[in-house]
């Protein structure tokens, strides 16, 4: 009886009872593959956008000297390719000072705001005091005074204690990092307490928690924050600029800053000596740019 009731429930609304059942119009998918095609025409306007101006900084560095001089039309319209600012540069021996001087101290940096940077926030993310949230913010309302502002009062305590024209005026000033901090204790306060009352149970004092247990699981944020440190030392002007007045020691940036005010109109020395400057960062981030998406992943900050 019920199923000839069903049946004639499906005769009286007209629709047989072997028919498949209407197609629902996938929305949720549709609505994605829109999106993804606008996000990949955003990205792909964005690309070229930034690509422009680094392909126009190489064609200029292929050509010579007196074609560059005379304007943009000249530049596009050469076809004769020479690294002959390339050659002039590498040989003339500064660029590798400027090399090596850059490296010292961006790498020196990385691995001391990496250290100190996860300490501090193992103390405010895991150790319990009074003023704990106190210091946290006082801390991160340092992120809110332009580092620009401090170059006087640093450059006077660094003369004070005899440390200008030395590596350390570079690296010092450059180890209390914010946002290293930050990301630190986002990333720790992620993380099971359970791990630290297992460790503590076993007699492992804070220590041995913070260095056998917390920074091994830090690996992914240890990466991309060395590495966005050794970015940022590596392209930092001002400091460098205040307190390195010896030739031998200057930086990358401050190298390229007296290229341009000596080279005059060559205009291709000056772009060949921007490509070469940048040109160690590009392999850098080609080479760990999955580290740096994990890491900033890994914090937090997503949301």
Excluded: C, H
Excluded at 42 to 47: D, H, I, N, S
Excluded at 232 to 254: C, E, K
Excluded at 259 to 271: E, L
Aim: charged share 10%.
């Amino acid at each position: 009886m019920a199923t000839t009731g069903a049946a004639g429930t499906s005769r009286r609304s007209g629709i047989s009872a072997a028919a498949p059942p209407p197609r629902v119009a996938k929305v949720g998918t549709n609505g994605g593959k829109t999106f993804n095609r606008i996000a990949v025409v955003v990205l792909t306007v964005f690309a070229v956008l930034w690509l422009v101006p680094s392909l126009w900084a190489i064609k200029t560095s292929l050509t010579a000297n007196s074609v560059s001089a005379l304007g943009t039309q000249a530049i596009l319209k050469d076809i004769n390719p020479t690294l002959a600012s390339y050659s002039s540069l590498l040989g003339g021996g500064d660029l590798w000072n400027w090399y090596l001087a850059s490296f010292i101290t961006s790498t020196l940096s990385a691995v001391l705001v990496v250290l100190f940077a996860s300490m501090a926030a193992f103390a405010l993310s895991r150790m319990r005091f009074r003023g704990r949230q106190v210091v946290f913010l006082l801390v991160i309302a340092g992120i809110m005074v332009p580092a620009d502002v401090l170059i006087i009062p640093i450059f006077q305590m660094l003369n004070t204690v005899g440390l200008l024209n030395t590596y350390w005026a570079v690296i010092f000033p450059q180890v209390s990092s914010v946002i290293a901090l930050f990301v630190f204790k986002q990333f720790f306060d992620g993380l099971p307490n359970e791990l630290e009352e297992a460790a503590r149970i076993d007699g492992a004092g804070n220590w041995r928690i913070y260095w056998s247990i917390l920074m091994p699981l830090s690996r992914p944020v240890l990466a991309a924050m060395a590495i966005v440190t050794f970015v940022g030392v590596w392209n930092n002007l001002i400091l460098p600029l205040f307190v390195l007045s010896n030739p031998d020691l200057m930086t990358i940036p401050v190298g390229l800053a007296t290229v341009q005010g000596s080279y005059g109109q060559r205009f291709s020395d000056i772009q060949a000596s921007t490509v070469l400057g940048a040109l160690p960062l590009v392999i850098l981030f080609v080479i760990f740019q999955r580290r740096i998406v994990e890491g900033v992943a890994g914090t937090g900050l997503k949301g």
